[in-house]
């Protein structure tokens, strides 16, 4: 399966600033998912981000808060922008070539906003 | 749309107890895949098991096992002899076999406390 390097781990940031987090992949993979996880809750699915096309928001997301980019089929970065203390939480991203390999999460940017 | 239903919160278990960790889900297609995640303190994610829609055998892999029902939508996992190291929040997840793969669904998890 494929493994993932995502960084940062971990940031504080200031109210008002951005932050750019990086999943690189070891393999070339179709579809990449960002998700969030608020403190104490589950994955929400920010956006499906594929190679070459926008990526696809959910849902209460929008592309002027959390613009990803997808160059390549190894490499994607989420921004979250204008960030407020609201936005503190884990980002993930993840990785599958169909659901029958099963998926790989990154080990997550756990995010403080003060 | 698709839905995953975890509802136990939290469940507080003494080690060596057996505990079942419930999980429903609801879905439109006929073929899909049903996960098992646990998440440790540390937070990373750890896959369990994988399920698709046509495999109803049940699972047991060492301590862990799980019960897959199409007939009530369930797919449950349950710990024998819980110990300590299990303490974790789990989460049960769903998605459609679309050949390239789409996003996991995931349940709101629960959170498992094994005490010794």
């Known amino acids: 399966s494929a493994v993932i390097s995502q960084k940062p781990s971990r940031d504080i940031c200031q109210r008002g600033t951005s932050l750019t987090i990086q999943c690189q992949v070891d393999?070339?993979?179709?579809?990449m998912f960002w998700y969030r996880q608020q403190p104490g809750q589950s994955l929400t699915l920010i956006a499906t981000a594929n190679q070459g096309s926008e990526a696809t928001y959910e849902s209460g997301f929008v592309i002027d808060k959390f613009p990803i980019s997808r160059p390549n089929l190894t490499f994607s970065t989420l921004t979250v922008s204008n960030m407020s203390p609201e936005d503190s939480s884990i980002y993930l991203c993840s990785v599958t070539t169909g659901a029958n390999y099963g998926y790989t999460f990154g080990s997550g940017t756990r995010l403080t906003v003060v | 749309a698709q839905k995953v239903t975890q509802a136990q919160t939290e469940i507080s278990v003494v080690e060596k107890e057996d505990v079942t960790l419930d999980c429903v889900y609801e879905?439109?297609?006929?073929?899909?895949?049903l996960f098992w995640y646990k998440q440790p303190p540390s937070g990373e994610l750890v896959f369990l098991i994988r399920r698709n829609s046509f495999d109803e055998q049940n699972e047991i892999s060492g301590r862990y096992s799980w019960n897959f029902q199409k007939s009530t939508s369930s797919f449950n996992f349950t710990i024998t002899a819980s110990q300590v190291v299990d303490s974790a929040v789990y989460f049960c997840?769903?998605?459609?076999?679309?050949?390239?793969?789409?996003?996991?669904?995931f349940g709101k998890g629960t959170t498992l406390s094994v005490s010794s």
């Open positions: 879905t439109r297609d006929t073929t899909y895949y």
């Open positions: 997840a769903l998605t459609h076999a679309h050949q390239a793969g789409t996003a996991l669904i």
């Open positions: 393999s070339q993979v179709t579809m």
